[in-house]
């Protein structure tokens, strides 16, 4: 399977300006991969953004990337070694081309917060947000990794 990488990124973009968070906006560029449908994807994804629920954790995009790995690399049945050992050598994989591409996985490094968590209730999003936040672009780099990654795998 190849998937058009730069297609993927738009609709990426275009989900989190469309007001859904960073990890449903990564998760649903990629539901069509999955058997998912998108009210399911966006339901499951849901919980993840804002660093996990504004906890400012794991980035809520990255979350949304590992959800695509996987559906990449399943991992459905206890006592898999092999599938369990593939399907975490690609979270790593792909964490880590994240990680040098920003600096970070947690999203208060990622936006320069200090706080371990934030209210629950997410910020307005306005003109002024956008300019504050690189999350829209974090979520692009974060489609592109997955779409990078499903385009390697089709080489194998």
Same mark, same amino acid.
């Given at each position: 399977?190849?998937? =058009? ?29 999955? %058997? ?37 690399? %399943? =991992?459905?049945? %206890?006592?898999? %070694? ?75």
């Amino acid at each position: 399977m190849t998937v =058009n990488v730069d297609e993927r990124v738009t609709l990426a973009r275009n989900y989190f300006l469309e007001g859904y968070n960073c990890s449903q906006a990564v998760f649903l560029a990629y539901h069509d991969l999955s %058997p998912l449908s998108r009210e399911m994807a966006a339901t499951i994804a849901a919980p993840f953004g804002g660093g996990m629920g504004r906890l400012r954790e794991v980035c809520g995009a990255v979350s949304g990337m590992l959800m695509c790995v996987g559906f990449l690399y %399943p =991992n459905a049945e %206890p006592n898999t %070694p092999l599938a369990k050992k593939n399907n975490y050598a690609a979270v790593q994989e792909v964490a880590e081309k994240f990680r040098i591409e920003n600096g970070s996985i947690i999203c208060r490094e990622l936006l320069g917060l200090t706080c371990r968590k934030e209210e629950p209730t997410p910020a307005e999003r306005t003109a002024e947000y956008y300019k504050k936040r690189p999350c829209v672009e974090l979520v692009a780099i974060a489609a592109r990794i997955v779409g990078e990654k499903i385009n390697a795998m089709d080489k194998l």
